[in-house]
T-cell receptor
Framework: DVKVTQSSRYLVKRTGEKVFLECVQD?????MFWYRQDPGLGLRLIYF???????EKGDIPEGYSVSREKKERFSLILESASTNQTSMYLC??????????????FGPGTRLTVL | GQNIDQPTEMTATEGAIVQINCTYQ??????LFWYQQHAGEAPTFLSY??LDGLEEKGRFSSFLSRSKGYSYLLLKELQMKDSASYLC??????????WGAGTKLIIKP
């Protein structure tokens, strides 16, 4: 079974802090994704990566950056956390390329609260 | 713009059948996905449609009409454990997933 893990389930930070969210997958997947999920809205893509050291902006990259130094690990960084970044953050991975049937596998999520 | 519409919430009775609709307007189409998400948990894959018609998988079926921009997820013999949110997502011409806000399904005994 594919396993995607995230470093924290719950996180509370203060405005202006630098925040690191870590995601690790154990199935040698090429693609990794960071989403945020807010009530009443669909999942919104922040960044994704299709290879080590490669990254692409998603729909809402402002205020975020990412790092992918190793294939299995994809980190989301909030350079200076703000209250409007309070959200559920979901990491996902998928096998390779853009095959039509390529399914995304999700981690359990990190609920971040910025005070 | 790109848009996925689903009902916000639905209620059904244990043992019954429920149909959750999804309509979409996207720039291109490369498949439609349904995911299930229990409260506080990660979304998990349920089904994938790329051609018109019905895909059946046990108690769950998913239907697609590309000409109408429409899909539904059909859940039969409902069980209490089916209480969850159901997310519809469409892969657009750039192979990016566009997600609906999800339908919260409440099952009553």
């Amino acid at each position: 079974d594919v396993k995607v893990t995230q470093s924290s389930r719950y996180l509370v930070k203060r405005t202006g802090e630098k925040v690191f969210l870590e995601c690790v997958q154990d199935m040698d997947h090429e693609n990794m994704f960071w989403y945020r999920q807010d009530p009443g809205l669909g999942l919104r893509l922040i960044y994704f990566s299709y290879d080590v050291k490669m990254k692409e902006k998603g729909d809402i990259p402002e205020g975020y950056s990412v790092s992918r130094e190793k294939k299995e690990r994809f980190s989301l960084i909030l350079e200076s956390a703000s209250t409007n970044q309070t959200s559920m953050y979901l990491c996902a991975s998928s096998l390779e390329g853009w095959a039509s049937t390529d399914t995304q596998y999700f981690g359990p999520g990190t609920r971040l609260t910025v005070l | 713009g790109q848009n996925i519409d689903q009902p916000t919430e639905m209620t059904a009775t244990e043992g019954a059948i429920v149909q959750i609709n999804c309509t979409y307007q996207t720039s291109g189409f490369n498949g439609l996905f349904w995911y299930q998400q229990h409260a506080g948990e990660a979304p998990t894959f349920l089904s994938y449609n790329v051609l018109d018609g019905l895909e059946e998988k046990g108690r769950f079926s998913s239907f697609l009409s590309r000409s109408k921009g429409y899909s539904y997820l059909l859940l039969k013999e409902l069980q209490m454990k089916d209480s969850a949110s159901y997310l519809c997502a469409v892969r657009d011409s750039n192979y990016q997933l566009i997600w609906g806000a999800g339908t919260k399904l409440i099952i009553k005994p």
